[in-house]
């Protein structure tokens, strides 16, 4: 077998990431429960979502790694005009809030792009976003508003909380024409385009002048409770009276398509909500407090797999590294070849071979190690000709 460059860090058979939308300096009083109200005003204090979550998820596996959509204004969705008492601030207004970001990214978790406010109601004075809610980019009237909004919230992170935002994702997923050229000229790396739940239908994909990688995402967080949970909606909770007891048989397909995701080699990137509580009294679909025992499943189910935890920033970083480099082989030298036109910083790359090898430089000696069936060395290589040279018993 020759020399690869590995499809994901360290040879692992898949990238993970739990992605969770909405998370705001904000508090809804709807439900008993604090945790079930806070949306991430409560930061890390007990009785907060972070601390439901951390307590309930993340200390059973510590690996997770969290990507957060974080919208840069007060959150629109919780309407001004709800019975509930409510608590929401911008970016930059309270300090607690500011540490909170701080805190995620030193603990490993990344903050993303979710819009200014996340949009607008149509009828201010109904609460229900049902057929009365406009999604932020549907409001954008031109590129040039859609960049000066998107840029603000880019620039304001990094001013207000040193963070550097490098995607993004659709706030409902709902997008216009010109969305992608709007999302290329603010240079993000990446971008959440839709989500499609259908492992068959997953390519890598690329947009802009940039080549702004399509970041999928490929499986529902409540995929293991969807149909027995109450929401609050007369309807649907009518029908889940019906519908729960075929829930088990919605898990054994739902364990499929975990195992289909993880045997194609797929980023498993699993699709969540902050918070359940909305100004309308109902539960927000797909939110990690309702979601609790489905996330424990999927992640119990990953556990002993070949997994690689990460962020979107980092698996979309490394699809960059990897998809703008070629290698070659000539007599005992290994030859990588990389066109680093974003002139990014992180740069890691994994190859991988069936016997253990070695890669030395003037400087450096890397030494492989054994993983998911192949030795693999990690390095980080820079733009145009990277040389390494082999012991020739090596490749023998």
Not at 86 to 99: C, H, M, N, P, T
Not at 319 to 347: A, G, K, P, Q
Request: net charge neutral; aromatic share 16%.
């Amino acid at each position: 077998m020759s020399f690869n460059i590995a499809k994901w860090y360290n040879n692992f058979q898949v990238p993970v990431v739990l992605m969770i939308d909405d998370l705001s300096d904000a508090y809804i009083d709807v439900f008993n429960e604090s945790y079930r109200n806070d949306w991430g005003y409560m930061t890390t204090e007990k009785g907060s979502a972070y601390d439901f979550l951390k307590t309930n998820l993340l200390n059973q596996f510590p690996e997770i790694k969290i990507t957060f959509f974080v919208p840069y204004l007060k959150h629109n969705v919780i309407n001004d005009n709800t019975i509930y008492d409510q608590k929401k601030y911008s970016l930059g207004e309270r300090e607690q809030y500011i540490d909170f970001l701080k805190i995620l990214v030193e603990n490993n978790h990344e903050i993303a792009h979710h819009g200014s406010n996340h949009g607008e109601f149509i009828d201010n004075s109904n609460c229900s976003t049902v057929n009365n809610w406009t999604h932020e980019w549907a409001l954008f009237k031109d590129i040039n508003t859609g960049v000066k909004i998107t840029q603000n919230g880019i620039d304001l992170f990094k001013s207000i909380c040193n963070i550097d935002i490098v995607g993004g994702k659709y706030c409902g997923y709902i997008d216009i024409d010109n969305s992608q050229e709007i999302i290329d000229k603010c240079n993000f790396i990446y971008w959440c385009e839709s989500a499609n739940f259908n492992p068959s239908e997953y390519k890598t994909k690329y947009f802009g002048y940039n080549k702004v990688f399509s970041f999928p995402t490929t499986f529902a967080g409540n995929s293991f409770v969807r149909l027995s949970y109450i929401t609050g909606h007369k309807k649907k909770d009518l029908q889940k009276k019906f519908f729960k007891y075929f829930q088990p048989l919605y898990n054994i397909l739902s364990y499929k398509k975990l195992h289909t995701l993880y045997k194609q080699q797929s980023i498993i990137s699993i699709q969540e909500h902050i918070s359940p509580s909305t100004a309308a009294g109902t539960i927000q679909s797909a939110n990690i407090i309702s979601d609790i025992a489905s996330l424990n499943k999927i992640f119990k189910y990953l556990k002993n797999k070949s997994v690689w935890y990460e962020t979107c920033q980092t698996i979309a970083k490394y699809v960059y590294v990897r998809d703008n480099s070629s290698m070659s082989l000539l007599n005992n030298e290994l030859i990588i070849n990389f066109n680093n036109f974003r002139s990014m910083n992180d740069t890691l790359i994994s190859i991988s071979h069936n016997k253990p090898f070695t890669l030395k430089t003037y400087q450096n000696i890397y030494t492989s190690n054994y993983n998911n069936g192949l030795y693999v060395v990690n390095i980080s290589i820079i733009n145009g000709k990277n040389i390494f040279l082999i012991d020739k018993e090596e490749l023998q």
